[in-house]
């Protein structure tokens, strides 16, 4: 009940192009769904996140897109640009009696080429 | 810079032996987490603390322990090391207010690169 599945594992993506992660979650009491952006040798830094009650977020070229009903959130990277080339974590947290839980999907290593 | 410190950075060690990871939470922050990546690997959740009391326990091996102090900074000892402890060692907090605009997000230090030869 508290796995987030993410797909795809790997992504290779022109410039340009549009990359999509897809991520599941199975427990509907998780209240916020954060995607972390990794670069090597650096900790995951938050990117973009968005709360049920909302169906898209969008900041610049990165679009969370949320459907409640199905369980399911993807992020959408518009113009992906070679810098973009990253892992990306999804995850999904909830905070019972105060204190928070959080849980990651596996991670999507993104590859943008020229 | 996410505001959250660990050291070392690196460490070499070798088998059989103990290190010990510190970590400083962002200021504020009274939940610290500890997470193992090893290579390809995804984020492996070991342990989390609020406010000094163990909250939440992952995939965190007998051999592994972990403490947070009254001063919130929090250590991840790790003893009778093996080759496949080589991995980068995570810490993370957060403000565990949902009331919070920021969101119930935690924030990622640099992580503590462990090799085991």
């Known amino acids: 009940q508290q796995q987030v599945k993410q797909s795809p594992q790997s992504l290779i993506v022109q410039k340009g192009g549009i990359s999509i992660i897809n991520c599941a979650y199975e427990?509907?009491?998780?209240?916020?769904f954060p995607w972390y952006q990794q670069f090597p040798g650096k900790g995951p830094a938050l990117l973009i996140a968005?709360?049920?009650?909302?169906s898209e977020k969008k900041e610049g070229r990165f679009t969370i897109s949320f459907n409640k009903s199905a369980k399911q959130f993807s992020l959408h990277i518009m113009d992906s640009q070679p810098g973009d080339s990253a892992t990306y974590f999804c995850a999904a947290s909830l905070s019972p009696g105060g204190y928070q839980k959080v849980t990651f999907g596996t991670g999507t290593k993104l590859q943008v080429i020229p | 810079d996410s505001g959250v410190t660990q050291t070392p950075k690196h460490l070499i060690t070798a088998t059989g032996q103990r290190v010990t990871l510190r970590c400083s939470p962002r200021?504020?922050?009274?939940?610290v987490y500890w997470y193992q990546q090893s290579l390809d690997q995804g984020l492996q959740f070991l342990i989390q603390y609020y406010n000094g009391e163990e909250r939440a326990k992952g995939n965190i091996l007998e051999r592994f322990s972990a403490q947070q102090f009254p001063d919130l900074h929090s250590e991840l000892n790790l003893s009778s090391l093996e080759l496949g402890d080589s991995a980068l060692y995570f810490c993370?907090?957060?403000?565990?207010?949902?009331?919070?605009?920021?969101?119930?997000?935690?924030?990622f230090g640099e992580g503590s690169w462990l090799t085991v030869v």
């Open positions: 427990n509907t009491a998780f209240d916020y």
């Open positions: 968005i709360r049920p009650d909302v």
């Open positions: 993370a907090s957060s403000v565990t207010d949902r009331t919070l605009i920021s969101g119930n997000t935690i924030y």
């Open positions: 200021s504020g922050d009274l939940s």
